[in-house]
């Protein structure tokens, strides 16, 4: 019943490597998020858009580039990854932007789990 | 420096105890949600609380929004094993359009 996947759930790559995720829709929600768990922080936001094409960055965007070619995808990519990205990143949608208004939901993918080594 | 500081960060306790999570702020807030997260899943959405002094109750849970619309509570009653997981509290931050997270209360209730 997910209306929200994650790919890859689980990745260890190498310091230097490139590294996309990606995530998809099925609710055609104009609001797509990339968000990074770390303990001790919550959630960060790291990209977000609002509609294809349209991306903006959030509070910790250094190291991370984010593309929306359709509707329904939003793919994080990693440059060159490094250590310091070792996180739990989460995919989410809203059908408004988040932070605008208090009946705004934010519905979340289940995560990736990247290691960088 | 977290926008919204969550305590108490880890909270274990005995099946059929209260507790309660305090999610607070310098910065006043147009609506703040809670979420609740299990572990190797995304955090759902608990409730939505957007009028200062509002109280909302889902079973045994109740929320709460400060007058000031600057703070929030999370008060479990009769806590059961189910409850265990983490909770996330959200603010709107007024006039700023942006969703800050707290830091989490990882919550584990012993059979």
């Known amino acids: 019943d997910a209306g929200i996947t994650q790919s890859p759930r689980h990745k260890v790559t190498e310091t230097g490597t490139p590294v996309t995720l990606r995530c998809h829709q099925t609710e055609n929600h104009r609001y797509m998020y990339w968000y990074r768990q770390d303990p001790g922080h919550g959630l960060r936001l790291i990209h977000y858009s609002y509609g294809v094409k349209d991306t903006d960055k959030g509070e910790v965007s250094d190291g991370y580039s984010v593309s929306r070619s359709k509707t329904e995808d939003f793919l994080l990519t990693l440059e060159s990854a490094t250590s310091s990205q070792t996180s739990v990143y989460f995919c989410?949608?809203?059908?408004?932007?988040?932070?605008?208004?208090?009946?705004?939901?934010?519905?979340f993918g289940a995560g990736s789990r990247l290691t960088v080594l | 420096t977290q926008l919204l500081e969550q305590s108490p960060q880890f909270l274990s306790i005995q099946e059929g105890e209260n507790l309660t999570v305090y999610c607070n702020s310098s910065?006043?807030?147009?609506?703040l949600q809670w979420y609740r997260q299990e572990p190797g899943e995304g955090p759902v959405l608990l409730v939505t609380v957007v009028t200062g002094g509002e109280v909302k109750k889902l079973k045994r849970l109740t929320f709460q929004f400060g007058d000031a619309r600057k703070d929030s509570s999370l008060h479990i009653t009769a806590a059961q094993p189910g409850d265990t997981g983490l909770y996330l509290c959200?603010?709107?931050?007024?006039?700023?359009?942006?969703?800050?997270f707290g830091q989490g209360t990882r919550l584990t209730i012993n059979p």
């Open positions: 989410a949608i809203s059908d408004q932007l988040a932070g605008v208004s208090g009946a705004n939901v934010l519905t």
């Open positions: 959200a603010g709107a931050l007024q006039g700023a359009q942006k969703l800050v």
């Open positions: 910065s006043v807030f147009s609506s």
